[in-house]
C-alpha cells in the first residue's frame, strides 16, 4: 500500500505558487483556490500583522496563506497526528518560524490554551460531517482568545441559518462556491 499525498498552492504573497503536501485522509477537505482568494480578498486590510488561528488547520492552507499574505503569527490546531506531522514539516520547509503547531483536539484546546495575545482572524473549517462549526464559534466567544474586532471566517457544507452563534458575532460577508458556503463575521463588544 502506498502513502498518497495531496498538494495545496499557495495563492499570493511572499510564497505565491509554492505548493504544500500533506497525506490523503478524507477529513482533510482544503478551501479551493477560489474560496481562499475571495477570504483573502475579505480580509487583506487586516491580514498584515495580525495574528491568527487555523482551529481545525487540516492542510495549514488558510493559515499558510495568511502568514504569506503578512500575518505576523499563525496558530494551527490539528487533531490528526499525520497531518499535524505534515502541516510542521511544510512550516519548516517553508522556513515559517511564526507558525505553530498544537496537535490537539480543537474543542479541548479552546478550553485548555492559555495566553495573554488575542486573535485578529480565526479560520474555522470545521469537518463537514461533524457539528463542530455551531459548538467552536460558542466556545472561542466564551473564551478569552478573540479580540473585541476579531474577524471569524466559517466554511461550511450548508447555509448558515442552520446554525446558532453567538449574538454580538456580525456577519459582513457571505458566498457561495460549489456545494461550500462561506461567511465572514466582525465580533462586536
Known sequence: MTNQTNTVRIISGSLRSRKISFPANKAVRPTGDRVRETLFNWVQSEIDGA???????????????????????????????????????????????????????????????????????VFLDPPFDTDLAATSCMKLEQSNLLNSQCRIYLELASEISELTLPENWKQIKEKKAGSVYFYLFVREV
Do not use: M
Open 51 to 121: 495574528v491568527c488561528l487555523d482551529l481545525f488547520a487540516g492542510s495549514g492552507a488558510l493559515g499558510i496563506e495568511a502568514l504569506s499574505r503578512g500575518a505576523e503569527e499563525v496558530v494551527f490546531v490539528e487533531a490528526a497526528k499525520n497531518i499535524a506531522l505534515a502541516l510542521k514539516e511544510n512550516l519548516e520547509l517553508l522556513q515559517l518560524h511564526s507558525g505553530k503547531i498544537y496537535h490537539h483536539d480543537a474543542l479541548s484546546w479552546i478550553e485548555e490554551f492559555n495566553t495573554t495575545k488575542t486573535f485578529d482572524i
